[in-house]
């Protein structure tokens, strides 16, 4: 049995290490051997390079911990019930360091009865990281929209446009041959071409 330590932040700007030195003491409560998984993501998208990666490594019988719900998840109700079977079909166990119901694994009925409480809180508490990240995002576009902030876009790189169109033009590339040489998406090649 391991403990998987899985910390996330939602930008580079924010320390996602933050919590990971008390988690990896936390984490010495239930074995000596830890492995952190440490990234800069946000939590809406259920892909995740860290995340993907430790359910991947993780075995049978090992522990998930995370410091909070919102940590492990701000996904659509869809996506959390994809991630939680991930999780169930690895044989994990999830650890939430905030959430103390989840700390003591039992047998038994009292086991069977703390599954289901801590189930039904792990959902609830997701629910509500979800909602909190809808509301803040609106937040923030209604503040922008009354401050009168009208967004440019990212700009269209035309030296790189021109070079798609030069390589569209020789016919001696695939459009994926020529996103690999330019270093784009297939999408912006097949939308060159299209405007050509």
Known sequence: MAVR???RASTKDQDAERALDDLITFSKSYDNQYRS???????????RPELTRLLEESEQGDI????SVDRLSRLSQD??????????DKGLRLVVADLPTTHAQQNGMTGEIMKVINDML???LATMA??????????IKQGLERSGYKPTGKKA????????KALLATGAMTKEEISKAVDCGIATVYRIAKES
């Open 157 to 164: 790189d035309t030296a790189k446009h021109e070079r798609i």
């Open 37 to 47: 998984y440490v990234e800069n993501h946000t939590g809406t998208k259920l892909e």
């Open 64 to 67: 998930l911990l995370v410091e």
């Open 122 to 124: 792990i959902d609830l």
């Open 130 to 139: 979800k909602l909190d990240n809808d509301k803040r995002r609106e937040r």
């Open 79 to 88: 996506d959390f019930s994809t991630l939680k079977q991930r999780i169930k």
């Open 5 to 7: 330590i899985y910390v």
